[in-house]
């Protein structure tokens, strides 16, 4: 697994400036594996507890007018022997004015004091994500939304809208 990380490492600059010059987006990601076993035999467990290969790859592009984000991840979960595919992000965000934002399409939306404080946060969790020692980027599932940003001097007003309801996993 070792080897699998460096080699394609160390020619990631090589293939990242060759799809830039070509496609005009920054294209970047990473590769994640976690693994964990039983130290207890247990008649009702399997021996692993945990075996995840994730590859995320993100591909942004910034215009006058506005900034298009693709984020998708590859998954295969060993002790599952499932394969999946999740597009995380397809996002436009344009700026009609220099006071306002305005995002749509999937997106991951969070508002609040913190990543995990969760008051009046009233948007989908990966909570499975959470915890199985995922990133913090994982709780945040994402939405289909349209998300309107609005600032002011003193303060700034988010409306969010989500035509249809995601729940938490």
């Known amino acids: 697994g070792l080897l699998l990380t460096i080699v394609p490492a160390a020619h990631a600059g090589v293939w990242q400036d060759t799809l830039s010059e070509t496609t005009g987006f920054d294209i970047n ?8 076993i039983r130290l207890q035999d247990d008649a009702n467990e399997r021996d692993g507890s945990l075996g995840e290969l994730r590859l995320q790859l993100i591909a942004e592009r910034d215009f006058d007018w506005g900034h ?3 984020k998708g991840d590859l998954l295969h979960d060993a002790v599952l022997k ?15 004015s220099d006071n306002m934002d305005l995002k749509i399409g999937r997106q991951t939306l969070t508002w609040g004091t913190g990543d995990l404080v ?3 946060d009233m948007f989908p969790k990966d909570w499975q994500a959470f915890f199985i020692g995922r990133d913090n980027e994982y709780l945040k599932a994402p939405s289909d939304a349209v998300k ?7 303060y700034s007003l988010n409306l969010v809208y989500t035509p249809v309801f995601n729940p938490s996993t």
């Open 82 to 96: 499932d394969s999946s595919a999740e597009l995380r992000e397809a996002s436009l965000l344009l700026y009609p």
């Open 68 to 70: 298009l984000s693709l």
């Open 118 to 120: 969760f008051i009046n």
């Open 148 to 154: 309107t940003s609005l600032f002011f001097d003193d």
């Open 29 to 36: 990601g990473f590769f994640d594996g976690r693994a964990g």
